[in-house]
């Protein structure tokens, strides 16, 4: 049954959503991957990249329950959860109106996550934690199937930092390159025009395949995946025992989504995203794609497969080009920030490719360019 669900879910929601948004692949199969692990995806990076309208459409294919707020930091947890029912306040009953709101349904968006006020933070700790909702008394039981969110810029503060270790996945979502465009055009125009029809997958459909889950055998990648735990932390990255434990339900969301009942090398791909920051996603890349290169598998996830070859040697010169244009004089705040950005994307490039001394120079100057930008 399982085997079934899945390609249903591949045929009907996860293909058309990728030939609706122009390359935006990775961000497709992460989201399906949060939904059958029961985990919640991160998305960093700026407006206007389609965040949002990937999650709607995904939960409309789905027939799932929809909800998305953009926070601020006058935001009101009445504004996320529902007001107080005043009418039975008047009785003495603190009761919520939770219609239309984040503790009805099944898949959530939360933009500009990081604006979130202490009130709401509190209450979106024991959500993404335990699918509960709590006030005063009263207790909701959260139908919650995956929790998503977006900002361009990633937390500072300590409190901010907790809710953001809640969030298992982390993907850079940027802006599409130029040649993309006539593309994004298209695809966009037709998107207008016609919105998703519900695919033969549902939210329940979602929920058995997660259930299935929890019978996936793990022992086959048990002992090489302890080895990148530890080499995952050696490049920085905070990888706390709690993630490590919680990482193997995407390791068997994975497997779940390939049909297989057992966890393979090949799944190991779910590390790329368990960054903390964006100068640690290209060097993360890098461990993760040399472990993939050494277990090819004809039953691998497609994130695992997919690699992208890029020229070394074009890579360099476009690095010299940046060099260049970061020792000039006179730069504006802006101008900078705008080369930050070339050279991160660039860093994330050299991590595709082959050579591995080429790839390892190409990220060592990337970042000690980005050190020297600030």
Not at 1 to 26: A, H, Y
Not at 125 to 146: D, Q, S
Not at 324 to 330: H, K, P
């Given at each position: 049954?399982?085997?079934?669900?899945?390609?249903?879910?591949?045929?009907?929601?996860?293909?058309?959503?990728?030939?609706?948004?122009?390359?935006?692949?990775?961000?497709?199969?992460?989201?399906?991957?949060?939904?059958?692990?029961?985990?919640?995806?991160?998305?960093?990076?700026?407006?206007?990249?389609?965040?949002?309208?990937?999650?709607?459409?995904?939960?409309?294919a789905v027939r799932g329950r929809y909800f998305e707020y953009m926070l601020t930091r006058f935001s009101e947890p009445n504004e996320v959860f529902g007001p107080v029912d005043i009418a039975r306040l008047r009785d003495g009953v603190v009761a919520t109106v939770t219609s239309g709101m984040l503790p009805e349904a099944e898949f959530a968006f939360l933009d500009e996550l990081f604006n979130?006020?202490?009130?709401?933070?509190?209450?979106?700790?024991?959500?993404?934690?335990?699918?509960?909702?709590?006030?005063?008394?009263?207790?909701?039981?959260?139908?919650?199937?995956?929790?998503?969110?977006?900002?361009?810029?990633?937390?500072?503060?300590?409190?901010?930092?907790?809710?953001?270790?809640?969030?298992?996945l982390r993907c850079h979502v940027d802006n599409l390159r130029r040649e993309a465009m006539p593309r994004l055009l298209y695809a966009g125009w037709e998107l207008e025009r016609a919105p998703s029809p519900a695919a033969a997958v549902s939210a329940d459909d979602l929920r058995a395949l997660a259930g299935s889950v929890f019978n996936v055998d793990l022992d086959p990648v048990r002992e090489l995946y302890t080895e990148m735990v530890f080499k995952v932390?050696?490049?920085?990255?905070?990888?706390?025992?709690?993630?490590?434990?919680?990482?193997?339900?995407?390791?068997?969301?994975s497997a779940v989504l390939c049909g297989r009942t057992a966890a393979e090398p090949s799944d190991l791909w779910v590390l790329r995203y368990v960054?903390?920051?964006a100068e640690q996603i290209a060097p993360l890349r890098a461990l993760v794609q040399g472990v993939l290169e050494q277990h090819p598998s004809a039953a691998a996830h497609p994130r695992a497969a997919a690699v992208e070859r890029v020229d070394g040697e074009e890579l360099a010169r476009q690095l010299d080009?940046?060099?260049?244009?970061?020792?000039?004089?006179?730069?504006?705040?802006?101008a900078l920030a705008l080369l930050r950005e070339r050279v991160t994307d660039l860093t994330d490039r050299a991590a595709w490719v082959a050579d591995e001394a080429g790839r390892n120079h190409l990220l060592k100057r990337g970042g000690q360019l980005l050190q020297r930008l600030g």
């Open positions: 049954m399982s085997n079934e669900l899945v390609q249903r879910l591949r045929k009907d929601v996860v293909n058309p959503l990728k030939n609706r948004f122009v390359e935006r692949d990775e961000v497709v199969d992460l989201i399906a991957l949060a939904a059958v692990a029961g985990e919640h995806l991160f998305l960093l990076g700026p407006p206007g990249t389609a965040k949002s309208a990937l999650i709607r459409q995904f939960a409309l979130a006020n202490s009130a709401i933070l509190n209450n979106l700790l024991t959500v993404l934690n335990e699918r509960v909702f709590r006030r005063g008394a009263e207790t909701h039981r959260l139908p919650l199937l995956a929790l998503f969110s977006a900002s361009n810029h990633l937390p500072e503060d300590d409190a901010l930092k907790a809710l953001f270790d809640r969030f298992l932390r050696d490049l920085g990255i905070a990888l706390s025992d709690r993630r490590a434990v919680k990482v193997l339900k995407l390791l068997a969301a960054w903390d920051r080009a940046l060099e260049r244009e970061a020792e000039a004089s006179g730069k504006t705040l802006t």
